[in-house]
T-cell receptor, first 112, second 110 residues
Framework: AQSVTQLGSHVSVSEGALVLLRCNYSSSVPPYLFWYVQYPNQGLQLLLKYTTGATLVKGINGFEAEFKKSETSFHLTKPSAHMSDAAEYFCAVSEYDYKLSFGAGTTVTVRA | DGGITQSPKYLFRKEGQNVTLSCEQNLNHDAMYWYRQDPGQGLRLIYYSQIVNDFQKGDIAEGYSVSREKKESFPLTVTSAQKNPTAFYLC?????????FGQGTRLTVV
């Protein structure tokens, strides 16, 4: 069975500061890992994904994440926060059947 | 444009009524999913279908039903047996490990 833990339900950062969102997972097989972003009353948009290959994954809007198998982590970072990054972020894991299991989400606020 | 269309965007249900949420995709994806979203709980899987005329229960299927008669369509019915249906419902489809989401339907019981 797979599960996802996102550390911190709310993160507040200053504009221009580093954004770091933490995600740990459990999976019985090599997982596929994802980060999604959601703006209020909208669907989810894929930021980036890890399936196989390079463990540092670059996504849209300047985000990137690193898969660390030894730590069962897939933390999301962005070097410099922008006001438009204010949203809710979800980490997700899937196994062979492609069903996604989501973390509880982290809401990011950006201070001017 | 290819994508997933959910309708309606907002839906109000009276106690004891069944309501059906629509989900249509033109991405030619085999797999489709329904998720329920509640504040602070992430997304929870209600039902999923990997092929036409076949579907499986997810983690919270009680009080819900689905059908998959066409590849493009995967409607969700919220029945009167669902005791707390007020939530945001998201439909998704997937191929090759990547899922695409609709814009959601917000259901409120009045």
């Amino acid at each position: 069975a797979q599960s996802v833990t996102q550390l911190g339900s709310h993160v507040s950062v200053s504009e221009g500061a580093l954004v770091l969102l933490r995600c740990n997972y459990s999976s019985s097989v090599p997982p596929y890992l994802f980060w999604y972003v959601q703006y209020p009353n909208q669907g989810l948009q894929l930021l980036l994904k890890y399936t196989t290959g390079a463990t540092l994954v670059k996504g849209i809007n300047g985000f990137e994440a690193e898969f660390k198998k030894s730590e069962t982590s897939f933390h999301l970072t962005k070097p410099s926060a922008h006001m438009s990054d204010a949203a809710e972020y979800f980490c997700a894991v899937s196994e062979y059947d492609y069903k996604l299991s989501f973390g509880a989400g982290t809401t990011v606020t950006v201070r001017a | 444009d290819g994508g997933i269309t959910q309708s309606p965007k907002y839906l109000f249900r009276k106690e004891g009524q069944n309501v059906t949420l629509s989900c249509e995709q033109n991405l030619n994806h085999d797999a489709m999913y329904w998720y329920r979203q509640d504040p602070g709980q992430g997304l929870r899987l209600i039902y999923y279908s990997q092929i036409v005329n076949d579907f499986q229960k997810g983690d919270i299927a009680e009080g819900y039903s689905v059908s998959r008669e066409k590849k493009e369509s995967f409607p969700l019915t919220v029945t009167s047996a669902q005791k707390n249906p007020t939530a945001f419902y998201l439909c998704a489809s997937s191929m090759n490990s990547e899922a695409f989401f609709g814009q959601g339907t917000r259901l409120t019981v009045v």
